[in-house]
């Protein structure tokens, strides 16, 4: 009949069309292959260069391993939580510095025409409160839980290996985590949104309306473990993975979460437009790449604003806030 024709165009329409799954699950491939290609091309280029200027081995990674490897022979637990912890911390602490710099200075100029909410955080207040739990949630809770993966990994088997895994089967793996983190976390960040819950736990990260990327563990201890860390482990659990693999994903999950909260969109990074307005309006965008988000329709209202027109990779130097200016309200 006309009605049910009807129904199943509109359904092949928001399936396929833009802002449609199919589009989500696009661009969440774009994104997850954009970052397999540019790990791949870094590394054979640093490998190149490494081989080239310094006189290095054919096999320069494994070797430079094998020496860590012997190094701390014995000790296992001592490296895997060097590449668990202090690496991964280095890559936190390092790229939120240079954006806490921008947030209490306000310089560069050049980069803050890129906040996306233009009249919010400047200057940035509340700043003390969310820097301890911060360094609280990340060297307790973050430190207990990389003693709990060890022993789960070591389990089953030995993630501190002699052999690392081949360059093209750890950007596999990588592929495999973005996909079980986008899962775990969408499920659980949704979980914490239902009142019973929100109000004990949740209610203090979304204190933040316009975040800024410090912020992204500034959490409850409870969620801090089963929605920011859970999500994030879990597939190396479950795969068994290097520390080598784990070391790197883990930088990557944690400076992927500090671009999706730095409130600005930068030139060639990531589009922070998505989880910006989760935080804005709360009921909107739990996930990750948005593939959930949009077959279960909490991206509904996001679809219909300027932001979204804004989500996308930035690839010149106009600010989107420009170039896709907010609509005017009549009288203005």
């Given at each position: ?8 165009v509109?359904?092949?329409?928001s ?37 080239r200027?310094?006189?290095?081995s054919?096999?320069?990674w ?19 939580f ?16 240079l ?24 200057p ?9 739990c ?24 030995n ?45 203090q990260?979304?204190?933040w309306?316009a ?6 563990i ?35 999950a ?33 996930g ?45």
């Open positions: 009949d006309k009605r049910a024709s009807h129904n199943a509109s359904f092949s329409v399936q396929e069309g833009p802002g449609g799954l199919w589009d989500s699950v696009k661009k969440a491939g774009f994104v997850i292959g954009s970052g397999i290609l540019f790990l791949a091309a870094f590394g054979n280029s640093l490998t190149w260069h490494l081989q200027f310094w006189g290095a054919g096999d320069f494994q070797n430079l391993w094998t020496k860590l490897y012997v190094a701390y022979e014995g000790h296992d637990a001592s490296l895997f060097l590449g668990t912890m202090l690496i991964p911390t280095l890559a936190f602490w390092g790229s939120n510095a954006l806490l710099w921008v947030d209490i200075t306000g310089t560069p100029s050049f980069i803050t025409r890129y906040r996306i909410q233009l009249d919010k955080n400047n940035v207040t509340k700043l003390r409160q969310a820097l301890k911060v360094i609280f949630n990340h060297v307790v809770i973050s430190g207990a839980m990389a003693v709990v993966v060890y022993y789960l990994m070591s389990w089953r088997g993630p501190c290996g002699p052999e690392l895994p081949t360059f093209h089967w750890a950007l596999m793996e990588l592929a495999a985590f973005a996909i079980l983190e986008e899962i775990f976390f969408y499920y659980s960040h949704r979980l914490f949104h239902h009142p019973s819950l929100y109000k004990h736990y949740h209610k990260h979304h204190e309306t975040p800024i990327g410090i912020v992204s500034y959490a409850h201890p409870l969620e801090h473990v089963i929605s920011n860390l859970l999500p994030v482990v879990s597939g190396p659990v479950l795969l068994g993975s290097h520390v080598s693999t784990t070391s790197m994903w883990y930088c990557v944690l400076v992927s979460t500090t671009i999706s909260h730095c409130g600005y969109h930068l030139p060639f990074l990531p589009s922070p437009e998505f989880h910006d307005f989760h935080h804005l309006k709360f009921n909107q965008c739990f990750v790449f948005g593939i959930l988000d949009r077959l279960h329709s909490t991206d509904s209202k996001f679809r219909q604003t300027k932001q979204y027109e804004r989500h996308t990779l930035l690839t010149t130097f106009t600010p989107l806030n420009e170039s896709i200016p907010d609509t005017q309200k009549k009288g203005q």
